[in-house]
């Protein structure tokens, strides 16, 4: 059957270790930043001590994965389960079970595709380092990653350095900046380990090609499209600039090796200057990406945000949508409806950003996240949830105009193959094409269950994207 999408296209599905493994400390394994943060909230939500519990059920998982038709499955390999300590001992039961995960995978047809670092560094790299703020940090990511291509490379041909750099460095718990109040020295801090992590990727791209024959490995991005709050010119720069300063600057680093000159001011002005080594720059610029991938849930507004007696340039309000006085401040689109967790919901904003990356980089982009986080509910065995396949064929139907348009894609993997814990929102909130039988507060029987979305993919899948 013809469809617009190439007959190797990569149709899957996504996870993060933190968030489905569950079997926090077992076999070795031991605390990671998700960890700690999760059990801060574990009086209100799930925690990842259990999570979906896939450590313990990843083979019948895998085996709904097939059925499902998945001809890749987007995943993590959580750091600490491979050392521990973070440069510590390896720890061979940790890769035993990626082992066993990726030959299941294969011996389905599934591609496994292995994000090795996605928001769960280990523990006692904050104790020694303050995590990415050290330089030692960046060395033992690159040990770790080394380590995962020696491994799993003769299997595993596709890879991401880092999962959404560009908005972890956003949230200061994310990143374990814990008890810093003091706004200019956080972002000091946060510029550092910005880039010492910008540096680590270069370093993963790098080691990937030397190591691996025939391997691709690209940058997992969060979308940001920002439209102007108004076509007043200054609201039209504030869209950009905010695109800029949530996106660009970071890909420009992965892609030329070196900072923008807007984000070099802002560095400069703001007095946060990272502390960079002479021999970084051929690393940087060595490391060429093979794709991008892009993670694509929201767009939003922007306006101009002029600066004032108490906020001078680059004063920074907010977090995952924070304002910059001197360049942007952000609101919702009044013009989109919204899901309940506050999402804006923007299927043409999809095929926006796709041009928008094709055409400034010139690389294959694949979605490795995209969904619809609900509060779905279980009625006599079965989960109906027709507004996530409409969310679901909107979205692939602006991945097929974007073809059109002359993108070059390589896939299109939903967030999230099963429901998960949600940092933010526990099991409250479900993404899943399958839907996994337990609360926030009791795990219940774990039981997997197929969701309407789940029958409805596997058509779109079997028929190479026709949507009915």
């Given at each position: 059957m013809n469809t617009i999408f190439p007959k190797d296209f990569l149709w899957g599905a996504s996870s993060s270790a933190f968030q489905i493994e569950g079997a926090w400390d077992e076999d070795g394994k031991k605390m990671t930043v998700a960890d700690y943060n999760s059990f801060k909230k574990?009086?209100?939500?799930a925690d990842t001590k259990v999570a979906s519990d896939f450590y313990h059920h990843f083979e019948e998982d895998i085996d709904l994965m097939k059925e499902l038709g998945m001809k890749t499955y987007?995943?993590?390999?959580?750091?600490a389960r491979?050392?521990?300590?973070?440069?510590?001992?390896?720890n061979q039961k940790g890769i035993d079970f990626y082992n066993k995960v990726i030959n299941k995978l294969i011996e389905c047809n599934i591609e496994p595709f292995v994000t090795l670092y996605h928001f769960d560094l280990p523990f006692t790299l904050v104790e020694k380092y303050n995590g990415w703020e050290s330089r030692e940090t960046v060395y033992a990511y690159e040990r770790f990653a080394k380590i995962c291509f020696k491994e799993f490379g003769d299997r595993v041909k596709y890879w991401q350095p880092h999962n959404e750099q560009n908005?972890?460095?956003?949230?200061?718990?994310r990143i374990n900046i814990y008890d810093e109040k003091d706004p200019l020295k956080i972002d000091k801090m946060r510029a550092q380990m910005d880039y010492n992590m910008c540096l680590a990727h270069a370093i993963a791209v790098n080691a990937c090609h030397e190591m691996i024959r025939n391997s691709k490995i690209g940058a997992a991005v969060s979308s940001s499209v920002t439209y102007p709050l108004t076509c007043n010119p200054e609201d039209v720069c504030a869209s950009r600039m905010n695109d800029n300063f949530k996106v660009y600057y970071m890909l420009d680093m992965h892609?030329?090796?070196?900072?923008?000159?807007?984000?070099l001011k802002y560095l400069k002005e703001r007095d946060i200057m990272p502390y960079i080594e002479p021999e970084d720059k051929d690393i940087l610029k060595r490391a060429k990406m093979d794709f991008i991938a892009v993670n694509y849930y929201r767009t939003n507004c922007a306006e101009a945000l002029p600066v004032d007696d108490n906020h001078p340039y680059g004063t920074r309000e907010g977090a995952v949508d924070f304002n910059l006085y001197g360049l942007f401040k952000m609101s919702m689109n009044p013009r989109l409806k919204a899901s309940e967790y506050g999402a804006?919901?923007?299927?043409?904003?999809?095929?926006v950003a796709l041009n928008e990356y094709w055409q400034r980089y010139h690389l294959p982009l694949i979605i490795t996240e995209?969904?619809?986080?609900?509060?779905?509910?279980?009625?006599?065995?079965?989960?109906?949830?027709?507004?996530?396949?409409?969310?679901?064929?909107?979205?692939?139907?602006?991945?097929?105009?974007?073809?059109?348009?002359?993108?070059?894609?390589?896939?299109?993997?939903?967030?999230?193959f099963m429901d998960l814990l949600s940092s933010a929102q526990g099991f409250r909130k479900r993404y899943g094409l399958v839907y996994t039988n337990r609360?926030?507060?009791?795990?219940?029987?774990?039981?997997?269950?197929?969701?309407?979305?789940?029958?409805w993919y596997k058509k779109v899948i079997e028929t190479n994207g026709k949507l009915e």
């Amino acid at each position: 059957m013809n469809t617009i999408f190439p007959k190797d296209f990569l149709w899957g599905a996504s996870s993060s270790a933190f968030q489905i493994e569950g079997a926090w400390d077992e076999d070795g394994k031991k605390m990671t930043v998700a960890d700690y943060n999760s059990f801060k909230k574990s009086d209100i939500q799930a925690d990842t001590k259990v999570a979906s519990d896939f450590y313990h059920h990843f083979e019948e998982d895998i085996d709904l994965m097939k059925e499902l038709g998945m001809k890749t499955y987007r995943f993590s390999i959580s750091w600490a389960r491979i050392i521990p300590d973070g440069d510590g001992e390896v720890n061979q039961k940790g890769i035993d079970f990626y082992n066993k995960v990726i030959n299941k995978l294969i011996e389905c047809n599934i591609e496994p595709f292995v994000t090795l670092y996605h928001f769960d560094l280990p523990f006692t790299l904050v104790e020694k380092y303050n995590g990415w703020e050290s330089r030692e940090t960046v060395y033992a990511y690159e040990r770790f990653a080394k380590i995962c291509f020696k491994e799993f490379g003769d299997r595993v041909k596709y890879w991401q350095p880092h999962n959404e750099q560009n908005l972890i460095v956003r949230v200061e718990e994310r990143i374990n900046i814990y008890d810093e109040k003091d706004p200019l020295k956080i972002d000091k801090m946060r510029a550092q380990m910005d880039y010492n992590m910008c540096l680590a990727h270069a370093i993963a791209v790098n080691a990937c090609h030397e190591m691996i024959r025939n391997s691709k490995i690209g940058a997992a991005v969060s979308s940001s499209v920002t439209y102007p709050l108004t076509c007043n010119p200054e609201d039209v720069c504030a869209s950009r600039m905010n695109d800029n300063f949530k996106v660009y600057y970071m890909l420009d680093m992965h892609f030329y090796g070196e900072y923008p000159g807007y984000y070099l001011k802002y560095l400069k002005e703001r007095d946060i200057m990272p502390y960079i080594e002479p021999e970084d720059k051929d690393i940087l610029k060595r490391a060429k990406m093979d794709f991008i991938a892009v993670n694509y849930y929201r767009t939003n507004c922007a306006e101009a945000l002029p600066v004032d007696d108490n906020h001078p340039y680059g004063t920074r309000e907010g977090a995952v949508d924070f304002n910059l006085y001197g360049l942007f401040k952000m609101s919702m689109n009044p013009r989109l409806k919204a899901s309940e967790y506050g999402a804006s919901i923007d299927p043409s904003g999809l095929r926006v950003a796709l041009n928008e990356y094709w055409q400034r980089y010139h690389l294959p982009l694949i979605i490795t996240e995209n969904g619809l986080g609900t509060p779905d509910v279980l009625e006599d065995g079965k989960v109906h949830d027709d507004y996530r396949i409409d969310y679901l064929r909107e979205h692939i139907n602006a991945c097929a105009l974007a073809i059109e348009d002359g993108v070059e894609m390589l896939g299109y993997c939903p967030w999230s193959f099963m429901d998960l814990l949600s940092s933010a929102q526990g099991f409250r909130k479900r993404y899943g094409l399958v839907y996994t039988n337990r609360t926030d507060h009791d795990i219940l029987g774990l039981e997997r269950i197929k969701k309407d979305s789940f029958y409805w993919y596997k058509k779109v899948i079997e028929t190479n994207g026709k949507l009915e």
